[in-house]
């Protein structure tokens, strides 16, 4: 028998060869064309809008003194020792290498620092800081009502009239709730909701179950704004499930291109769609009419916050109960005209566009404006000075106590007056999807 070739010991090697080639450059194809597509990903730089983009920055700044404000008033003397905060670092999101103590420092007008006997080194509120948590608590306080409205409000556009606890904590700051919600609050409106555990044994989670559906409720914030309603229903008037109206629309002036796509936008804005609080289970997935109505779902959402604005994890927690589409952030990019996706930092945030004129809110709820307030208390620039002990704090100015250094710009907590477009256009990290303006525009065809 001949030997053939292909048993040859010395072809062998160049067969496996030729073999791990053949792999190497299908792998190197599929890998070239992934790249190279116009992916999702790829972002326009123009289509940003800066004064929003002002607005996140701005949050991510203050959003750190509030959590470590929370962390204080959760402390039984409201202090704590520095070294205790290195366990909330990811609450406050203040990621290593920067230092607490430098954080703290760099707002002497909202948090005071001194020294034990022992040389331990401690946090607390300033009198001002102090007095205002206390007005903050006085304003949730006076504002309680219209909370659990909106509460509910979300509860019968539930498609189980019900909501995990967990899942409605992720919107306490963004709708006003107390710190300690979950264990007085949810029970002072009997009337309106209550705190279930409807699968034990085999989940123990709470949830909060509607109590009492009110007509009057119904009436979305886009109607009310439209129609003019400033009176409410009664509740036994009848509302209708179906609504017609168009959304308002609010494009930046560098979308050149948006006229050319005026006739899908207005077909999209003339259609019919079920209202947030009718029952939505009977539509399909992917549908124009399932599309719509998750559209006027996340508007009425938006519309319940203080900021019109919204971390969109936040959003997709709540994909099931509002019965919501599973690609949520490219509705959201689709529909720019009523929404803004902005991508700074690690956590997308959505916008109510009609809710802002340039970078301010046009109706401010006065948590908004208290949040302001606390803004303009952060940072300060000046050379560090010894920190005092408790035996001699009372004899000493704030001011003199911790003022601080800046050589860390990284933390640096200043007022953000202004910031300038070309910080705002620099490359930021991508953690999630945008379409190209024309892509988006083209979502809009039948």
């Known amino acids: 028998m001949l030997n053939s070739p292909l048993n040859s010991v010395s072809t062998k090697p160049l067969i496996k060869n030729l073999i791990n080639d053949h792999y190497t450059l ?9 790249t190279t597509s116009k992916r999702v990903q790829d972002r326009s730089k123009n289509k940003r809008i800066h004064d929003l983009e002002i607005v996140t920055e701005k949050n991510k700044r203050i959003s ?35 230092k607490i103590s430098d954080f703290l420092h760099k707002s002497p007008k909202l948090f005071e620092l001194y020294k034990d006997q022992r040389g331990v080194v401690w946090c607390g509120m300033t009198e001002k800081a102090e007095e205002l948590v206390k007005e903050e608590e006085e304003i949730i306080e006076r504002h309680g009502d219209k909370v659990a409205e ?14 995990p606890l967990d899942k409605i904590a992720h919107f306490r700051r963004d709708l006003g709730l ?34 009492s559906w009110r007509s009057s409720w119904e009436i979305t914030e886009l109607e009310k704004k439209v ?10 008037d009848q509302v209708s499930g179906l609504l017609s109206l168009a959304f308002p629309l609010k494009f930046p002036s560098n979308f050149k ?13 003339k259609r019919e769609y079920l209202s947030p609080y009718a029952d939505a289970r009977g539509l399909k997935a992917g549908s124009r009419e399932f599309d719509k109505r998750a559209v006027a779902v996340m508007h009425e959402l938006l519309s319940f916050t203080l900021e019109k604005r919204l971390v969109t994890d936040h959003l997709t927690h709540f994909r099931r109960e509002f019965v919501m589409p599973q690609k949520l952030m490219r509705l959201l990019l689709k529909h720019f005209g009523i929404f803004y996706v902005s991508e700074r930092g690690k956590r997308f945030s959505v916008f109510l566009n009609e809710a802002y004129k340039g970078s301010n809110l046009i109706d401010k709820h006065p948590l908004v404006v208290w949040k302001e307030k606390v803004l303009s208390l952060i940072g300060y620039r000046g050379k560090k000075k010894e920190i005092g002990t408790i035996d001699n704090l009372s004899d000493l100015e704030d001011n003199d106590l911790f003022e601080c250094d800046s050589g860390d710009e ?10 300038t477009l070309s910080y705002l256009e620099s490359d930021l990290p991508l953690d999630g999807s945008e379409m190209e303006i024309e892509e988006v525009c083209r979502a809009y065809k039948e």
């Open 178 to 211: 107390p710190m300690d919600f979950r264990k007085q609050w949810v029970y002072k409106y009997p009337e309106n909701f209550r705190v279930v555990q409807p699968f034990k044994p085999y989940d123990e989670g709470e949830y909060l179950e509607l109590v």
């Open 26 to 34: 299908l792998i190197f194809t599929q890998f070239r064309s992934m």
């Open 227 to 236: 129609l003019g309603l400033k009176e409410e229903l009664n509740d036994n």
């Open 64 to 98: 750190k003194i509030l959590n470590l404000l929370e962390i204080l008033k959760k402390e039984p003397d409201q202090i704590i020792p520095i070294k205790n905060l290195a366990q909330y670092r990811q609450q406050i999101n203040l990621p290593k290498p920067h």
């Open 150 to 163: 909106y509460v509910s409000r979300m509860l019968m556009m539930a498609v189980d009239k019900r909501l």
């Open 410 to 419: 990284s933390v640096q907590l200043e007022l953000e007056q202004s910031v």
């Open 257 to 269: 291109k948006v006229y050319r796509y005026g006739g899908q936008i207005e077909h999209f804005q």
